[in-house]
């Protein structure tokens, strides 16, 4: 970890340092950007980078940058059609009446912008002013031939600070001119926060509803004030009742003078129920919709289960369909949840019966189960110190969570046996002879009772008595995989580096080895174990990795789902997959676990055949139960990549390869109709080799809204099946544009000063590059010609905002903000000697936490009134204008 | 557990057993914290080892909107229920966050807390446990932290030991 942080301060160090280079002159605000301070060689103790919330503009003439020799705009400046900017007005210049001269504000009373319109869209603004009151702004929305279409001031006296136009739907889309104009009054400055959201969300939320198929010519029905009474009482509801289903819902089919044909179809029943739920007195109508799903894509969590697309499981579960079955997979580990009603219901049917004397391997010195000491209960007890995540029912769930049961995600090995076998006690702690007894309980007689263990666990040094554990129970057949660690180190980790072990590294939902996975020559492959830090397939969702769990309920711990992140995340996936080909070659074992590997039957290939982060690279479940079908029988299709993730930026069309996999002789047809929203343009290439290409149609992609399809290329081979392919896309517009204005990155004191603000220490200035902010201080440790980004040894917040209307104070309501490490939840740092807080990532933008839509008077902090700018000594000072540039 | 509450002015330390949670009965009702009768100074909430603070630090909540922030973090755990139970009109919550680590086994508890009186800066002492070197832990990224309730008073300053070298410090 070490190695990397510095190297990343080394990169930032040298960036700065070429960023200051160019700038003796007054920095170019639109102009490519770049630092202001020179930072001579020295270590840099706190570093990163500054992200800007999507869609984030600036007003181009703001009072900062005006005050460094800007002219107002003449011509309107141009915005995409969804944008959050924030701006300055002032109808006059003046100075702020006091002594300094650095807080003058000028004159700009009018701003114009140029906006893309649909009918009926609507922009908003907000405005702040220094004054309680405050000068009046009118926003008015107008044709390009300068034709008023509407206007509206705001009314600061009776605290009406916002205003709104939308188009009128008789006007036709196109670009339209937006003025935000300041009315005369004193003090006159204003800033302000101007919005805009294109269209609707609708593809999104769309995504988010499955496709449940229904009873056609029924439906659930509600009637308000009807509690009791039958609903065919009620003339208002064209139906028959068939069965009450509480004291409120009646089933209802609908009557036979609304089919179009003989038969009752889909359509007809859709059209009947939106009829239903426009008759007075129907709280709800909704299909009867069938319980049909039987396989993991239907589990409830599935889609949000990205780690199976991403090591291809869907095309496995097509081998495999019986998920594993008759195989025990052992998870040595903290046990497994378990509630009023038994096992957690996602795993129980899954768990051996009965479970084998003497589960529970967890010494007294660490066990806090009751009795303390070794027993015959593997269930985990939760912690005594801290809330508890179940970390081996989390493992446990990986491996083998029902993909038939409509309940939370799916297993890898759904079908497979669970031995939940407890050897790490409070807080997740065990010893290693806990941990080589458990071994050699489960593998190291015949028959064993397990065969796949399950260790994310680790830490160990190299023991010789664990070696030989595993040794015995690998020459018994048993196949062992474990977790590589998270030190983000090549340090070899046991087990993990154990011979006879199968060691799995991390990666994130991009397949890139996660940050603080362990890497090295002891690295076998690799498999998903989330990044919290990255959404690299655009669900929105930090990529954890989802599975079963437990919270505190109102009747103590309760079954649950939760997101983790680790190796232990990543081991599960591999002792899933190996399970299922187990399933299919009952005589599979390490050694020929280990020379498929090494072939590449088993992984997506890595350059050059393996590399220390990634082993034989990561998991392909696909492939690898391929490999295990020996005289495969079945035929089926696969997609590599497994899933499809496209940009309008990077990667806006993408071919997939279908692969046939088993039985080469059989027949292959594929449907060429494959079903396909609008955005997305499909061809298929239907004579070897098979492929997909997919394209995005940007012009029916709403810009920077991420949407999610999933295709279903059926074909027929052995039999009639269907390849699922996951598609995630993103008409990216802006990502390089994004721009929230100059930056100051400030190190504040924690205590205020004498006037009760919260001021620089240690301050930087910057423009945006490529939508980023980077950043770096340096230890001022007492040497001549410290600078402001030298920071003396303390505690400090560390903050960066833009000061738009030049009063010396960043991060005001209508000016950008970022805290450390959340914005509106600062933590203090200490800086010292031996700081090395490099590779900090923070977002800025307009947006508060506190501030809503539905509150938008609420402030974050009573009293808070933004990070005071480091006063420049007058010595210090070429001319007074340029203050923007000197802070 | 045990927590050790030290009588400011006097030096006499005095040892509370707790149960369940850690209260600082023992302070709130000794005669050097100024706090309204019988109030109790600090009290230990909740522990949890996901928070999904990734730094060490202080997040001092005096409002639902500011709590809720700190309930939407990914990556975290922790019993909600007993947080939105608190009445933030009489309590503030302080979460005391550990960081980031690599491993399960680490926690925080509150030991301590003393104050001169409402006016003057509140000191809390926490402990941090972690597993020792070449210990087997499981090997899940956690970010532990420990949340206590504090009087709903303008404290000028909250100092919390046990975390780092030096105190951290907050001004709420």
Redesign the interface.
Known sequence: MAYRTNRVASVLAISLTLGACGSSSPPDESGGGGSDVLLPPARIVVAGSIDIEANTRVDADTADGLILGRLPLTEPQLLPASFILAGYVSFKEDSRGTSSPFDDFPKDPEDHFRVPFEPGERLSLRTFSEDADGPLVTLTLRRLDGTELESQTTDPINKLLSASVSLPVTETPGDYIVVVSAGDFDPPPVRYVLSKTAGTQSLALNLDWPRHAFVPGRAIVAMAGHEGTRVSASSQVPGNAVRSLDHQHWLVAMPANRLSKQSVNEQDTLGWIDTLRQQPGVVSATPDYLVSAQGPLDEPLYPKQWHYDLINMPAAWQLAPGGGTGIKVAVLDTGLFKGASGWHPDVAANVVAPVPAGADFVSAEFDNDVPPGRDNDPRDPGNAAGNNVFHGTHVAGTVVASATNQLGGTGVAFGAELLPVRVLGEGGIGSSTDLIDAIRWVGASTPVKADIINLSLGGLPKIPALQSAIDDVVANGVIVVAAAGNQASSSPAYPAAAEGVFSVSAVDAGGSLASYSNFGSWIDLAAPGGDVRRDANLDGLADLVISASASLGPDGFEPDYTGLQGTSMAAPHVAGVFALMKSLKPDLNAGTLASWLAAGQLTTPVAGGRSDALGYGVIDSGKAILAAIENPSVTILSASPAAISLSSETRPFQTIELQVLGDQTNSLAINPAIASPAWLDVTLSSVPPFSITVALDEQALEPDVPVRTRLEVNYTTDSARVLEIPVVAELVTDESARNAGRHFVLLVYTEPNAQGQLEAAAQLSMTAINGTYQFGFRLDDGRQGASFADVPPGDYYLVAGTDLDNDGIICQSGEACAEYPVTGMREVITVDESTDLTGIRMATGYFRPTISAATPDVLPRPGFTGYKLKEPHSNDVVAPKTIGAER | MIAVCRKVGSGVPVVILLAGYLLMAGCASSDVVETEPGELLARQV?????C????????YV??P??LQ??LD???Q??????LRQVDLEKEHLLFV?LGEK??????V?LVSANAENTKSPLQLSVVV?S?AP????????TS?CVVVAVPAHDWP?IRVSGI???D????P
């Open positions: 909740i522990q949890s080892a996901h999904g603070l990734s730094g060490p630090g202080l997040a005096q409002t909107e500011r922030q700190l973090l990914p990556a755990n922790i019993a909600v229920q007993q966050t690599p491993t399960g086994g680490y926690s508890s446990r597993p070449g210990t087997m832990t499981t090997q899940v990224i532990a300053e780092r070298d030096k951290l410090v907050l001004n």
